[in-house]
């Protein structure tokens, strides 16, 4: 009976396993097979070894890529888990006017990111965008702003952007960990004596860390694998200052035609990316067992 149980659940197991190996390992070995090629997307190439990675260790304009990239991720990472954490705290009670907050702050999640990309592109544009006809009304700037000028109005411009896209998606992770912490445990620290902040510092945050660091996790990878609003709202530049890893993998696989190299520094920032995700998992086994 125990043999029979186990081929059934293969059996229910078989369309993910399928999919996992078709639509998952199948290309990730492919890419790691390209990674060792000179292959031009315009076809041919020949096994060259470790001259992409190589080329790669040394080349300039990726480890700046990679540098923007992680200087990205740790900046934005904190911004959305920090709001994610207090939009979390103001929804987590379910009175009818959070559940429709909560809605509302989560709707921008479902729009595609390059839709979202674009709507802000325009609200930011110098003759036609809201925001330059609002801080102008408001005597904060005497003339509309180019945002996309200066690499740090620019890049207050796509931290907004990716702020409003996903920090619902952290709010909605955290805050199905603080339902998940038992009523009584707020009752019986309401009825110590305990504040707002002290119930937050020791009941919310040791029991929800499990949540907070799985939305790290996802905010990290994602914040890792930027391209789109860097693509479309500011083109990598300017001057090339907002060039981020997968747009230069972008501009080598697709604009260069060399796709032995991309697929090169594909594998490198998907090895950068499995060990921080590896090191992020292994504290949140930490924060269980604790």
Request: hydrophobic fraction near 55%.
């Amino acid at each position: 009976m125990t043999s029979r149980s186990g081929y059934i659940g293969l059996l229910w197991l078989s369309p993910a396993l399928a999919f996992t190996a078709l639509f998952v390992l199948w290309p990730m070995g492919h890419l790691v097979w390209l990674s060792f090629t000179s292959t031009s997307l315009l076809g041919g190439g020949d096994f060259v070894g470790l001259k992409n990675y190589t080329t790669a260790l040394s080349d300039p304009k990726f480890w700046a890529a990679f540098k923007f990239t992680l200087s990205y991720t740790l900046f934005i990472t904190p911004l959305l888990m920090g709001l994610g954490f207090a939009l979390a705290m103001l929804v987590a009670p379910n009175t009818p006017l959070r559940r429709i907050t909560r809605t509302v702050t989560f709707l921008p999640v479902v729009i595609g990111l390059a839709s979202s990309s674009l709507l802000w592109f325009w609200l930011f544009d110098q003759q036609v965008g809201l925001f330059n006809l609002l801080l102008v009304k408001l005597h904060i700037i005497d003339a509309p702003l180019v945002w996309f000028k200066k690499p740090e109005t620019a890049m207050i411009a796509v931290i907004l952007s990716v702020t409003w896209k996903v920090v619902g998606f952290g709010m909605i992770l955290i805050m199905a960990g603080i339902q998940s912490i038992p009523a009584d445990l707020f009752e019986a620290a309401r009825i110590d004596g305990a504040s707002a902040t002290l119930r937050a510092r020791r009941i919310i945050l040791p029991l929800a860390l499990r949540s907070i660091l799985m939305a790290t996790v996802i905010s990290v990878i994602g914040s890792m694998l930027a391209f789109d609003q860097f693509y479309l709202m500011t083109g990598g530049g300017p001057r090339g200052k907002t060039f981020t890893s997968v747009y230069w993998i972008y501009q080598n696989g697709f604009i260069r035609f060399d796709l032995g190299y991309a697929a090169a520094l594909s594998v490198i920032l998907m090895v950068v990316i499995m060990a921080m995700t590896a090191l992020q998992l292994r504290l949140q086994a930490g924060g269980r067992n604790g």
